[in-house]
């Protein structure tokens, strides 16, 4: 079936314009399921995208769904517990803690639980689809992409930092948007790190920072911490052999995504999609 795009323009329909219109009027009808204007809006609000882009991802969202309960892919409340507890413990916290921190920021740990279980039925329909179209990677192409990307397989000894701790990681968020501020409630400590001192966690995240940017906000049950990296030395090559399970690594995810853009890009293709009104 050939994709179908209408707009239906009558006073019928669109009677008012404004608010009210956006919370009533219908944007797409995909495979018969409508998505409103109010639920691009939504999104778009929430998520700091455009109309157009929240479109997109909602009709992927209705095709994602669609495949989901064609294929019958549930989730259960001990998965969503485990995938909790594995969240909680790479932050360091017991999952009591890690929802307690969630609470802080007022996010409703229902709403939480319930996207996390949306989260892992789509990581089902994902693995369904690239599970049987992943073919091996040879060693060849692990070759060629390592001698492609030297950079990519350097890493730093050395960190010329700037620390910043708080109880209250909104002010580290606003730091991010604007490094003159200085909130009361942060603490800034210059210093210089070195790899061989620090967690392989610490060590990957300094590494993958770019000079003169801040790291990502770290949340642990005593506070809140971000680093600004300010110049990294003592570089070192990580030889081949020691590369390849990363390569690998990296290699299968972009085959994996691939594979996944592929499948829905055809499902797109052959669902009927009629545009009642696109978002302005």
Same mark, same amino acid.
């Given at each position: 079936?050939?994709?179908?795009? +209408?707009?239906?323009?009558?006073?019928?329909?669109?009677?008012?314009?404004?608010?009210?219109?956006?919370?009533?009027?219908?944007?797409?009808?995909?495979?018969?399921?409508?998505?409103? $204007?109010?639920?691009v809006y939504k999104y778009s609000q929430k998520y700091k995208v455009s109309k157009k882009e929240s479109l997109e991802?909602?009709?992927?969202?209705?095709? @994602?769904? #669609?495949?989901?309960?064609?294929?019958?892919?549930?989730?259960?409340?001990?998965?969503? =517990?485990?995938?909790? =507890?594995? $969240?909680?413990?790479?932050?360091?916290?017991?999952?009591?803690?890690?929802?307690?921190? $969630?609470?802080?920021?007022?996010?409703?740990?229902? =709403?939480?639980?319930?996207?996390? %279980?949306?989260?892992? %039925?789509?990581? %089902?329909? &994902?693995?369904?689809?690239?599970?049987?179209?992943?073919?091996?990677?040879?060693?060849?192409?692990?070759?060629?992409?390592?001698?492609?990307?030297?950079? @990519?397989?350097?890493?730093?000894?050395?960190? /010329?930092?700037?620390? &910043?701790?708080?109880?209250?990681?909104?002010?580290?968020?606003?730091?991010?948007?604007?490094?003159?501020?200085?909130?009361?409630?942060?603490?800034?400590?210059?210093?210089?790190? &070195?790899?061989?001192?620090? /967690?392989?966690?610490?060590?990957?995240? !300094?590494?993958?920072?770019?000079?003169?940017?801040?790291?990502?906000?770290?949340?642990?049950?005593?506070?809140?911490?971000? !680093?600004?990296?300010?110049?990294?030395? /003592?570089?070192?090559?990580?030889?081949? @052999? %020691?590369?390849?399970?990363?390569?690998? +690594?990296? $290699?299968?995810?972009?085959?994996?995504?691939?594979?996944?853009? =592929?499948?829905?890009?055809?499902?797109? #293709?052959?669902?009927?999609?009629?545009v009642v009104r696109p978002p302005s």
């Open positions: 079936m050939k994709i179908i795009q +209408r707009i239906l323009v009558g006073a019928s329909i669109f009677a008012t314009l404004g608010f009210s219109g956006i919370i009533t009027g219908v944007s797409v009808i995909i495979n018969d399921e409508p998505i409103t $204007l109010y639920e991802i909602l009709v992927r969202q209705k095709l @994602e769904q #669609s495949q989901i309960k064609k294929l019958g892919i549930t989730a259960d409340i001990f998965e969503v =517990d485990n995938y909790i =507890d594995n $969240l909680a413990s790479k932050n360091n916290m017991s999952q009591y803690e890690f929802l307690n921190m $969630l609470k802080s920021k007022d996010i409703k740990i229902t =709403d939480y639980k319930k996207e996390l %279980k949306n989260k892992i %039925k789509t990581d %089902k329909l &994902y693995q369904t689809i690239y599970r049987d179209k992943i073919k091996g990677i040879e060693e060849s192409e692990l070759k060629k992409f390592y001698d492609d990307n030297q950079e @990519e397989f350097k890493l730093a000894g050395s960190f /010329d930092v700037n620390i &910043y701790t708080a109880q209250n990681p909104n002010d580290l968020v606003a730091i991010q948007k604007n490094p003159m501020l200085q909130p009361k409630g942060v603490k800034i400590q210059s210093k210089t790190l &070195y790899a061989k001192e620090l /967690d392989r966690n610490l060590n990957a995240l !300094l590494n993958r920072t770019k000079d003169g940017t801040f790291t990502q906000i770290i949340n642990n049950k005593e506070g809140s911490t971000m !680093l600004f990296v300010k110049s990294k030395g /003592d570089f070192q090559t990580i030889p081949f @052999e %020691k590369a390849k399970p990363n390569i690998y +690594r990296v $290699l299968s995810q972009q085959k994996e995504q691939k594979a996944i853009k =592929d499948y829905f890009e055809k499902l797109k #293709s052959s669902a009927s999609i009629v």
